[in-house]
Protein backbone atom coordinates (compact mmCIF):
# COMPACT_ATOMS: atom_id res chain seq x y z
CA UNK A 1 0.00 0.00 0.00
CA UNK A 2 3.15 2.25 0.49
CA UNK A 3 4.67 2.05 -2.86
CA UNK A 4 1.31 2.59 -4.24
CA UNK A 5 0.60 6.08 -2.45
CA UNK A 6 3.91 6.90 -3.30
CA UNK A 7 3.00 6.32 -7.21
CA UNK A 8 -0.06 8.00 -6.72
CA UNK A 9 1.77 10.95 -5.63
CA UNK A 10 4.43 10.63 -8.01
CA UNK A 11 1.77 10.85 -11.10
CA UNK A 12 0.58 13.52 -8.95
CA UNK A 13 3.28 15.75 -8.83
CA UNK A 14 4.20 15.02 -12.95
CA UNK A 15 0.97 15.68 -13.61
CA UNK A 16 0.92 19.25 -12.01
CA UNK A 17 4.02 19.68 -13.38
CA UNK A 18 2.59 19.39 -16.99
CA UNK A 19 -0.10 21.59 -16.30
CA UNK A 20 1.49 24.12 -15.29
CA UNK A 21 4.15 24.48 -17.94
CA UNK A 22 1.35 24.15 -20.50
CA UNK A 23 -0.55 26.78 -18.77
CA UNK A 24 2.36 28.88 -18.60
CA UNK A 25 3.07 28.01 -22.37
CA UNK A 26 -0.38 29.15 -23.15
CA UNK A 27 -0.20 32.17 -21.21
CA UNK A 28 2.71 33.23 -23.08
CA UNK A 29 1.33 32.71 -26.38
CA UNK A 30 -1.82 34.29 -25.58
CA UNK A 31 -0.15 38.11 -24.35
CA UNK A 32 1.77 39.33 -27.27
CA UNK A 33 3.27 43.10 -27.31
CA UNK A 34 5.25 45.29 -29.89
CA UNK A 35 6.86 47.78 -28.88
CA UNK A 36 9.45 49.86 -31.08
CA UNK A 37 13.03 48.76 -29.28
CA UNK A 38 14.80 52.34 -29.72
CA UNK A 39 13.45 55.84 -30.30
CA UNK A 40 15.21 59.24 -30.56
CA UNK A 41 13.97 61.69 -28.22
CA UNK A 42 14.84 65.50 -27.52
CA UNK A 43 15.87 66.51 -24.21
CA UNK A 44 13.39 69.18 -23.53
CA UNK A 45 10.50 67.98 -25.79
CA UNK A 46 8.24 64.94 -25.67
CA UNK A 47 8.43 61.53 -27.12
CA UNK A 48 5.56 59.41 -28.43
CA UNK A 49 6.09 55.54 -28.18
CA UNK A 50 4.06 53.37 -30.22
CA UNK A 51 3.15 50.15 -28.29
CA UNK A 52 0.16 47.41 -29.15
CA UNK A 53 -0.56 44.19 -27.93
CA UNK A 54 -2.23 41.30 -29.08
CA UNK A 55 -4.75 38.30 -27.10
CA UNK A 56 -6.49 35.23 -28.12
CA UNK A 57 -9.15 35.78 -25.87
CA UNK A 58 -11.36 37.72 -27.93
CA UNK A 59 -12.22 41.49 -27.77
CA UNK A 60 -11.68 42.64 -23.95
CA UNK A 61 -12.89 46.33 -23.03
CA UNK A 62 -11.23 48.89 -21.74
CA UNK A 63 -12.83 48.74 -18.31
CA UNK A 64 -11.16 45.47 -17.55
CA UNK A 65 -8.19 46.16 -18.37
CA UNK A 66 -4.72 48.00 -16.85
CA UNK A 67 -1.87 49.23 -18.84
CA UNK A 68 1.47 50.13 -16.65
CA UNK A 69 4.07 51.25 -17.56
CA UNK A 70 7.95 50.22 -15.48
CA UNK A 71 11.41 50.19 -15.88
CA UNK A 72 12.92 46.77 -16.93
CA UNK A 73 14.95 46.23 -13.76
CA UNK A 74 12.21 46.81 -11.34
CA UNK A 75 8.54 46.51 -12.18
CA UNK A 76 7.53 48.28 -9.35
CA UNK A 77 9.01 51.63 -10.81
CA UNK A 78 5.97 52.92 -12.49
CA UNK A 79 6.84 55.54 -14.83
CA UNK A 80 2.69 54.76 -15.87
CA UNK A 81 -0.24 54.28 -13.54
CA UNK A 82 -3.61 55.32 -13.96
CA UNK A 83 -3.48 56.31 -9.99
CA UNK A 84 -0.95 58.42 -10.05
CA UNK A 85 0.41 57.87 -6.22
CA UNK A 86 1.86 54.67 -7.73
CA UNK A 87 3.60 56.75 -10.00
CA UNK A 88 7.65 57.40 -9.82
CA UNK A 89 8.19 61.04 -8.40
CA UNK A 90 10.42 61.97 -11.24
CA UNK A 91 7.65 60.81 -13.87
CA UNK A 92 4.61 62.55 -12.14
CA UNK A 93 2.58 64.58 -14.84
CA UNK A 94 4.75 63.79 -17.72
CA UNK A 95 3.17 60.74 -18.84
CA UNK A 96 -0.18 59.94 -20.55
CA UNK A 97 -1.72 56.86 -22.22
CA UNK A 98 -2.72 57.65 -25.85
CA UNK A 99 -3.99 54.21 -26.88
CA UNK A 100 -6.91 52.58 -26.49
CA UNK A 101 -6.39 49.22 -24.08
CA UNK A 102 -9.56 47.76 -25.33
CA UNK A 103 -8.05 48.38 -29.17
CA UNK A 104 -5.06 47.01 -27.88
CA UNK A 105 -3.34 49.82 -28.23
CA UNK A 106 -0.77 50.93 -25.47
CA UNK A 107 0.88 53.89 -27.25
CA UNK A 108 2.75 56.23 -24.02
CA UNK A 109 3.60 59.42 -24.43
CA UNK A 110 6.49 61.52 -22.26
CA UNK A 111 6.85 65.32 -22.18
CA UNK A 112 9.35 67.59 -20.65
CA UNK A 113 12.20 64.62 -21.80
CA UNK A 114 14.83 64.86 -19.71
CA UNK A 115 18.47 63.49 -19.63
CA UNK A 116 18.01 60.65 -17.71
CA UNK A 117 15.20 59.42 -19.04
CA UNK A 118 16.94 56.75 -20.91
CA UNK A 119 14.95 53.20 -20.07
CA UNK A 120 14.37 50.31 -20.54
CA UNK A 121 10.40 50.83 -20.20
CA UNK A 122 8.50 47.93 -20.65
CA UNK A 123 4.44 47.80 -20.57
CA UNK A 124 3.05 45.41 -18.38
CA UNK A 125 -1.49 45.23 -18.91
CA UNK A 126 -3.51 43.63 -15.90
CA UNK A 127 -6.82 41.70 -16.59
CA UNK A 128 -9.64 42.13 -13.84
CA UNK A 129 -11.82 39.27 -13.57
CA UNK A 130 -14.72 38.09 -11.52
CA UNK A 131 -15.31 35.15 -9.65
CA UNK A 132 -17.86 34.76 -6.99
CA UNK A 133 -18.00 38.50 -6.98
CA UNK A 134 -14.45 38.50 -6.07
CA UNK A 135 -12.06 40.60 -8.48
CA UNK A 136 -8.87 39.10 -9.36
CA UNK A 137 -6.32 40.57 -11.46
CA UNK A 138 -3.92 38.25 -13.59
CA UNK A 139 -1.02 40.59 -14.74
CA UNK A 140 1.08 40.22 -17.99
CA UNK A 141 4.79 42.30 -18.14
CA UNK A 142 6.06 42.30 -21.97
CA UNK A 143 10.01 42.67 -20.31
CA UNK A 144 10.76 41.06 -23.46
CA UNK A 145 9.62 44.01 -25.60
CA UNK A 146 10.99 47.11 -24.16
CA UNK A 147 11.69 50.60 -25.50
CA UNK A 148 15.14 52.92 -24.28
CA UNK A 149 15.13 56.71 -25.62
CA UNK A 150 18.09 57.95 -27.51
CA UNK A 151 18.77 61.39 -25.75
CA UNK A 152 18.76 63.86 -28.16
CA UNK A 153 20.22 67.65 -26.81
CA UNK A 154 20.78 69.45 -29.70
CA UNK A 155 17.31 69.53 -32.26
CA UNK A 156 17.66 68.42 -35.49
CA UNK A 157 18.40 70.09 -38.78
CA UNK A 158 15.35 71.17 -41.29
CA UNK A 159 15.91 69.78 -44.67
CA UNK A 160 15.68 72.08 -47.87
CA UNK A 161 14.60 70.94 -51.04
CA UNK A 162 14.73 73.65 -53.47
CA UNK A 163 15.26 74.39 -57.54
CA UNK A 164 18.69 75.92 -58.02
CA UNK A 165 17.34 78.91 -60.05
CA UNK A 166 14.46 81.14 -59.52
CA UNK A 167 12.73 82.69 -62.58
CA UNK A 168 11.78 86.44 -62.03
CA UNK A 169 7.91 85.86 -61.95
CA UNK A 170 7.02 82.67 -62.17
CA UNK A 171 6.45 80.84 -58.98
CA UNK A 172 9.44 79.26 -57.31
CA UNK A 173 8.44 76.40 -55.01
CA UNK A 174 10.89 75.53 -51.67
CA UNK A 175 10.06 72.14 -49.43
CA UNK A 176 11.54 72.30 -45.92
CA UNK A 177 11.09 69.06 -43.77
CA UNK A 178 12.58 68.24 -40.38
CA UNK A 179 12.29 64.40 -38.46
CA UNK A 180 10.75 64.09 -35.18
CA UNK A 181 9.10 61.44 -32.75
CA UNK A 182 6.11 64.02 -31.17
CA UNK A 183 3.30 63.74 -33.37
CA UNK A 184 1.17 65.34 -29.94
CA UNK A 185 3.49 68.48 -30.14
CA UNK A 186 4.45 68.68 -33.99
CA UNK A 187 7.28 71.26 -34.73
CA UNK A 188 6.36 74.88 -35.94
CA UNK A 189 7.92 75.03 -38.98
CA UNK A 190 8.16 78.79 -40.17
CA UNK A 191 9.64 81.27 -43.15
CA UNK A 192 11.67 84.68 -42.96
CA UNK A 193 9.83 85.39 -46.68
CA UNK A 194 6.17 86.71 -47.48
CA UNK A 195 4.66 83.81 -49.79
CA UNK A 196 1.71 83.51 -51.66
CA UNK A 197 0.97 79.88 -50.42
CA UNK A 198 1.98 77.45 -47.06
CA UNK A 199 1.20 74.37 -46.86
CA UNK A 200 1.76 71.83 -44.27
CA UNK A 201 1.82 68.02 -44.35
CA UNK A 202 2.03 66.22 -41.28
CA UNK A 203 3.05 62.17 -41.73
CA UNK A 204 4.27 58.78 -39.97
CA UNK A 205 7.10 57.51 -41.60
CA UNK A 206 6.97 54.67 -39.42
CA UNK A 207 9.58 52.76 -35.94
CA UNK A 208 8.00 56.42 -34.22
CA UNK A 209 9.59 58.71 -36.54
CA UNK A 210 7.17 61.35 -37.96
CA UNK A 211 7.80 64.26 -40.32
CA UNK A 212 6.35 67.49 -40.82
CA UNK A 213 6.72 69.50 -43.75
CA UNK A 214 6.27 73.00 -45.24
CA UNK A 215 5.97 74.00 -48.86
CA UNK A 216 6.73 77.37 -49.48
CA UNK A 217 5.69 79.03 -52.76
CA UNK A 218 6.61 82.56 -54.19
CA UNK A 219 7.22 84.74 -56.56
CA UNK A 220 10.51 86.12 -56.76
CA UNK A 221 11.28 90.06 -57.97
CA UNK A 222 14.49 90.99 -59.40
CA UNK A 223 15.47 92.62 -55.65
CA UNK A 224 15.17 89.17 -54.31
CA UNK A 225 18.47 87.92 -55.92
CA UNK A 226 21.18 86.83 -54.15
CA UNK A 227 19.09 86.75 -50.74
CA UNK A 228 18.95 84.47 -48.26
CA UNK A 229 15.85 82.20 -47.03
CA UNK A 230 15.68 80.29 -43.63
CA UNK A 231 13.47 77.84 -42.55
CA UNK A 232 12.99 77.42 -38.79
CA UNK A 233 11.94 74.37 -36.85
CA UNK A 234 10.32 75.06 -33.25
CA UNK A 235 9.88 72.08 -31.16
CA UNK A 236 8.29 71.64 -28.16
CA UNK A 237 9.87 73.01 -25.31
CA UNK A 238 10.87 75.88 -27.13
CA UNK A 239 14.12 74.39 -28.93
CA UNK A 240 14.41 76.06 -32.43
CA UNK A 241 16.59 75.07 -35.23
CA UNK A 242 17.56 76.83 -38.84
CA UNK A 243 18.37 76.13 -41.64
CA UNK A 244 19.27 78.96 -44.87
CA UNK A 245 19.65 78.89 -48.48
CA UNK A 246 20.38 81.50 -51.04
CA UNK A 247 18.31 82.63 -53.51
CA UNK A 248 19.01 83.07 -57.70
CA UNK A 249 17.16 84.73 -59.51
CA UNK A 250 17.03 85.03 -63.38
CA UNK A 251 15.84 88.32 -64.96
CA UNK A 252 13.47 87.62 -67.51
CA UNK A 253 14.76 88.44 -71.23
CA UNK A 254 13.04 91.52 -72.85
CA UNK A 255 13.59 94.21 -76.07
CA UNK A 256 14.33 96.65 -74.00
CA UNK A 257 18.05 96.09 -73.59
CA UNK A 258 18.05 96.46 -77.44
CA UNK A 259 15.61 99.03 -77.82
CA UNK A 260 16.89 101.59 -75.23
CA UNK A 261 20.23 101.13 -76.21
CA UNK A 262 19.44 101.39 -80.05
CA UNK A 263 17.25 104.32 -79.26
CA UNK A 264 19.77 106.55 -76.91
CA UNK A 265 22.84 105.54 -79.82
CA UNK A 266 20.42 107.08 -82.61
CA UNK A 267 19.29 110.24 -80.04
CA UNK A 268 23.06 111.04 -79.78
CA UNK A 269 24.08 110.98 -83.19
CA UNK A 270 21.13 113.04 -84.60
CA UNK A 271 22.21 115.39 -81.79
CA UNK A 272 25.63 115.09 -83.18
CA UNK A 273 24.69 115.77 -86.46
CA UNK A 274 22.37 118.64 -85.82
CA UNK A 275 25.09 120.09 -83.78
CA UNK A 276 27.69 119.80 -87.21
CA UNK A 277 25.36 121.37 -89.50
CA UNK A 278 24.28 124.52 -86.76
CA UNK A 279 28.26 124.23 -86.71
CA UNK A 280 29.03 124.51 -90.10
CA UNK A 281 26.35 127.39 -90.84
CA UNK A 282 27.78 129.06 -88.66
CA UNK A 283 30.90 128.97 -90.11
CA UNK A 284 30.53 129.81 -93.34
CA UNK A 285 27.92 132.85 -92.13
CA UNK A 286 31.52 133.83 -90.10
CA UNK A 287 33.52 133.58 -93.59
CA UNK A 288 30.89 135.43 -95.10
CA UNK A 289 31.25 138.10 -92.89
CA UNK A 290 35.18 138.06 -92.67
CA UNK A 291 35.00 139.07 -96.39
CA UNK A 292 32.70 141.75 -96.33
CA UNK A 293 34.64 143.52 -93.87
CA UNK A 294 37.65 142.95 -96.43
CA UNK A 295 35.94 144.81 -99.18
Request: aromatic fraction near 8%; charge should be neutral; include cysteine.
Amino acid sequence: IPSRNMECKTKFMITCMLFTIICSSVSSDEWKATVVKSIDALVGSCVVVPCSFSHTGGNLPSSRLRGIWHEKNDKKSNIYHEDPILIKDDFKGRTKMLGELGQNNCTLEITQIRIHDNGPFCFQVELVRTENNDPTKDKFSFVEDCVELNMITEPPKPTLIQPKTATQGEPYIVTCSVIHTCPTHVPKLTWNMDSTKVIVHHKDIKHGNWETQSILTVIPEEKDDNREITCTAEFNGGLKSPETFTLHVKRIENCNHIIIPAVVGIGTALLFGIFCIFMEKKYNMWNRLSRLSRR
